[in-house]
C-alpha cells in the first residue's frame, strides 16, 4: 500500500472560517509533509514532521498550524485565511534516513478561500 | 539556497517522437526524484536514483543522475499522448529532511 489519503478533496471557506485539512497514511513512514502548490508552480514546503515532531516550518504564517496527532495522521488546521491562500494543498510521507527517500503524495485538498 | 533548473518549461512534440527533459543545479544533491503530475492531482512518484551515474528504466523511459549529482536528465522514446503531464525533479537534501523541486516541465503528446 502505497497510498496517502487526503481529505477533503474540495473546501471552500470564508476568511472567517476555520477548518482543518486531513491527511493519514499506514505505510509505516515517519516523516510527513505539507506543501502548497499555486496553479502551473511546483509544490512549495510548508511543515515538515519527522517522528511526530515538528522539525522545520518554511516561515509559514500562523493561520496555518500543523498537527500531528501519531505517526499515521497530519492535520493542517486552517484559521482566517486571505484569498491569496487559495491553492492545492498536498500531504507527502516518506521514511527517515539519512538521505531523503523518495516522497508519496496525497490527491491533495484544492482550498478556495473567498 | 539549493536550487533546481528544469528545461524545457513547456514541450509539445507529436506521438511518436522522442524527448528528454534536463534538471540541473550547482549543487550536489543526495538523492533524486521524478514525478509526473496530473491536473488537481498529487504527483506520482516514477523514479529515485541515488548513485551518480546510476541510470534506470521505466518502459520507455530512462532517467539518468549525472556523475556529480548535480543534475538529471529524463528521456522518453517513441512518446505517447498518455506521457501527457507536468514532469517534476525534486532533489533530497542530505540531513535536512526535505525536497527541493524543480519547475517542472509541462509535456504535451499530440496524436
Known amino acids: 500500500d502505497t497510498e496517502v489519503t487526503q481529505t477533503p478533496k474540495h473546501l471552500v471557506m470564508g476568511m472567517t472560517n476555520k477548518k482543518s485539512l486531513k491527511c493519514e497514511q499506514h505505510?509505516?513512514?515517519?516523516?510527513m509533509y505539507w506543501y502548497k502548490q499555486k496553479a502551473k508552480k511546483p509544490p512549495e514546503l510548508m511543515f515538515v514532521?519527522?517522528?511526530?515532531?515538528?522539525?522545520i516550518n518554511e516561515s509559514v504564517p500562523s493561520r496555518f498550524s500543523p498537527e500531528c496527532p501519531n505517526s499515521s495522521l497530519l492535520n493542517l488546521h486552517l484559521h482566517a485565511l486571505q484569498p491569496e491562500d487559495s491553492a492545492l494543498y498536498l500531504c507527502?510521507?516518506?521514511?527517515?534516513?539519512?538521505?531523503?527517500?523518495?516522497?508519496?503524495f496525497g490527491q491533495g485538498t484544492r482550498l478556495t478561500v473567498v | 539556497t539549493q536550487l533546481l533548473e528544469q528545461s524545457p518549461q513547456f514541450l509539445s512534440i507529436q506521438e511518436g517522437e522522442n524527448l528528454t527533459v534536463y534538471c540541473n543545479s550547482s549543487?550536489?544533491?543526495?538523492?533524486l526524484q521524478w514525478y509526473r503530475q496530473e491536473p488537481g492531482e498529487g504527483p506520482v512518484l516514477l523514479v529515485t536514483?541515488?548513485?551518480?551515474?546510476e541510470v534506470k528504466k521505466l518502459k520507455r523511459l530512462t532517467f539518468q543522475f549525472g556523475d556529480a549529482r548535480k543534475d538529471s536528465s529524463l528521456h522518453i522514446t517513441a512518446a505517447q499522448p498518455g506521457d501527457t503531464g507536468l514532469y517534476l525533479c525534486?532533489?533530497?537534501?542530505?540531513?535536512?529532511?526535505?525536497?527541493?523541486f524543480g519547475q517542472g516541465t509541462r509535456l504535451t503528446i499530440n496524436p
Open positions: 507527502a510521507s516518506s521514511q527517515v534516513v539519512r538521505w531523503v527517500s523518495e516522497a508519496f
Open positions: 505505510m509505516g513512514h515517519r516523516a
Open positions: 514532521y519527522s517522528y511526530e515532531k515538528l522539525s
Open positions: 549543487s550536489v544533491f543526495s538523492s
Open positions: 536514483v541515488v548513485t551518480g551515474g
Open positions: 525534486a532533489g533530497g537534501i542530505q540531513g535536512a529532511q526535505k525536497l527541493v
